[in-house]
Antibody, heavy 121, light 107 residues
């Protein structure tokens, strides 16, 4: 089955760290750019980060630049988001998403189930 | 950053109605505009990409028009499964930005 399965979310104190994982299956993970998108009721859907299929050229939203790091292990078919210096405003459901047309008509055609990250003291 | 603004933020309609949702970008994004549908507790699902292309499996009652800065999503005849929240998203350049969403509710 073609799917993305996220893990690693949870409750963390402000200033803490968390690493999200997104395990891909059913497709050739190494061929696709991948993204992280987060969602809150207040701000809706917000793009967080993107990484090329070969693990290069990470790109970030300004709100997370310098604090979050996207990476991937194509041998393990897994995408990661290392989140440091977490803030209350980082509280959200985090989705990993596949980009089927890397470099072309970019879009998110396959999403994970979402992982809740709650930052609170 | 490119701002994407949707209207209306909510919409009440009945089965069989024709509905239209508008998305406006703050600068010319050519045809780099995608539309998603999201149901409660689920991840979004892409409906249309590159402004006009229907994602595989999406019914033909969904259509789009526009390019540049102004885009419209039309559902020609609402079905029960269409009641959801719809988002536009520009993929012209990062940071990719989403509209704030249009919640389509049953009248």
């Amino acid at each position: 089955e073609v799917q993305l399965v996220e893990s690693g979310g949870g409750l963390v104190q402000p200033g803490g760290s968390l690493r999200l994982s997104c395990a891909a299956s059913g497709f050739t993970f190494s061929s696709f750019w991948m993204h992280w998108v987060r969602q809150t009721p207040e701000k809706g859907l917000v793009w967080v980060s993107r990484i090329y299929n070969d693990g290069t050229r990470p790109s970030y939203a300004d709100s997370v630049k310098g604090r979050f790091t996207i990476s991937r292990d194509n041998a393990k078919n897994t995408l990661y988001l290392q989140m440091n210096s977490l803030r209350v405003e980082d509280t959200a459901v985090y989705y990993c998403a596949r980009d089927p047309d890397s470099g072309g008509w970019s879009r998110f055609d396959l999403w994970g189930q979402g992982s809740l990250v709650a930052v609170s003291s | 950053d490119i701002q994407t603004t949707q209207s209306p933020s909510s919409l009440s309609a009945s089965i069989g109605d024709r509905v239209t949702i508008t998305c406006r970008a703050s600068q010319n994004i050519r045809s780099y505009l995608n539309w998603y549908q999201q149901k409660p507790g689920k991840a979004p699902k892409v409906l249309i990409y590159a402004a006009y292309s229907l994602q595989s499996g999406v019914p033909s009652r969904f259509s789009v028009s526009g390019s540049g800065t102004d885009f419209t999503l039309t559902i020609s005849s609402l079905q029960p499964e269409d009641f959801a929240t719809y988002y536009c998203q520009q993929s012209y350049k990062t940071p990719y930005t989403f509209g704030q969403g249009t919640k389509l509710e049953m009248k």
